[in-house]
């Protein structure tokens, strides 16, 4: 039985012009049905969800843009589970919803900051300004949470080095307990590249550098680099705490998990699939009493493993190779083990500090 569930609420005010996630805008009108349906779905696939829960992440969207009362009514009928979180905007933060989502269980908040810079927020068409960040840090704070992750991204159009530099230095004076460093991916043929083809082409060619000044910066002020784009303070940074994003971590080591909402993948007994992106047909389906519509696709043994390798060595924790041997590339191994990529006890297997930074190049050449 599973003990990870996502809950995807789409809702946003506005979508940027680089987000290729499952959106829908605005629709006020329309978030207490979809919370409906939302329970619904739940309900039939309750049979697949342990007694007790690790992890329930609210993604989106944004969903704390959900209109209060169906996100609270949502919030109370969710399963509990020692890690919940929440992923918001800032500009969505404010004292009151912070107290609201931590008395109803939320104990971990991921803030969509992305930069501290007007001039590159306002390229990412992101209404919130750093003082509408530093805002809602504190809001958080004053609520009682005492996990907070921020989400930062590089490889802007129009952004430095020292951009960068500055945006990292404004996060470490805030001290979450967790961030993520994400490289702009903008997806061919969008809006987004329209506008800015030149330039992401331009920073294509700084993100190597880019990644390496991510990484200094923050494990030197006492971030553990736990998984290519993500930090969390250490141990003894942390009063003991593991701050590793549990739920995350459950996809990078292939745990089962369940997706509930428009668009929303599981992956169960070696089966994945996933519901309709589309609201009104996902809505009408549960609220006339059927599943939505849903892609399938099996799994065979053959992929778990593959996804196993990719998911795993983006750990800085050993992989146990127990299994795996099929789709491993045995010469690639001993040639990248030769280069200083790769470490291989016989039993683990683990990329080395230089084979982190070139990833998942270095993945795919152990692939068989």
Same mark, same amino acid.
């Given at each position: ?162 951009? @960068?530099?500055? #945006?990292?230095? /404004?996060?470490? +004076? *805030?001290?979450?307990? !967790?961030?993520?460093? %994400?490289? $702009? ?47 969390? @303070?250490?141990? #003894?940074?942390? /009063?003991?705490? +593991? *701050?590793?994003?549990? !739920?995350?971590?459950? %996809?990078? $080591? ?115």
């Amino acid at each position: 039985m599973t003990r990870h569930l996502y809950v995807h609420l789409p809702f946003c005010a506005h979508r940027c012009g680089y987000c290729d996630f499952v959106t829908v805008v605005g629709r006020t009108a329309q978030h207490g049905a979809y919370v409906d349906a939302l329970l619904v779905e739940l309900e039939f696939e309750r049979a697949l969800l342990a007694p007790e829960l690790e992890t329930v992440f609210l993604g989106g969207g944004t969903p704390t843009f959900t209109e209060p009362g169906a996100l609270e009514r949502l919030m109370r009928a969710l399963p509990p589970a020692a890690e919940v979180t929440v992923e918001a905007n800032p500009e969505t933060v404010t004292q009151e919803l912070a107290r609201t989502v931590r008395r109803l269980g939320v104990n971990r908040v991921s803030l969509g900051v992305q930069s501290f810079h007007p001039h590159l927020l306002a390229v990412l068409e992101r209404v919130a300004q750093p003082d509408t960040v530093r805002r809602a840090f504190y809001h958080l704070r004053d609520a009682g949470f005492d996990n907070i992750s921020f989400d930062l991204i590089y490889g802007i159009p129009g952004q430095s080095a020292a951009d @960068l530099e500055s #945006d990292l230095g /404004d996060a470490l +004076d *805030l001290g979450p307990e !967790h961030l993520s460093c %994400y490289e $702009l991916e903008a997806k061919p043929g969008t809006r987004f590249t329209h506008a800015h083809g030149e330039e992401l082409a331009r920073q294509a060619d700084a993100m190597e550098s880019y990644f390496e000044l991510v990484i200094e910066r923050l494990t030197s002020a006492g971030y553990r680099w736990y998984e290519t784009a993500n930090f969390c @303070l250490t141990p #003894d940074c942390a /009063d003991g705490r +593991d *701050l590793r994003a549990r !739920h995350n971590l459950a %996809y990078w $080591l292939g745990r089962d998990y369940l997706g509930v909402g428009i668009g929303a993948v599981s992956t169960i007994e070696g089966c994945r699939w996933r519901n309709t992106p589309r609201l009104p047909v996902y809505v009408a389906a549960l609220l006339a009493g059927r599943r939505p519509e849903r892609e399938l696709e099996p799994l065979p043994l053959d992929v778990r493993r593959r996804e196993r390798v990719m998911l795993g060595l983006r750990l800085d924790e050993p992989l146990a190779v127990d299994g795996l041997a099929d789709v491993l590339d045995s010469a690639a191994l001993d040639r990248l083990q030769r280069l200083g990529l790769v470490h291989n006890s016989g039993e683990t297997l683990a990329l080395t500090a230089r084979g982190r930074m070139l990833g998942g190049g270095v993945t795919a050449d152990l692939l068989a």
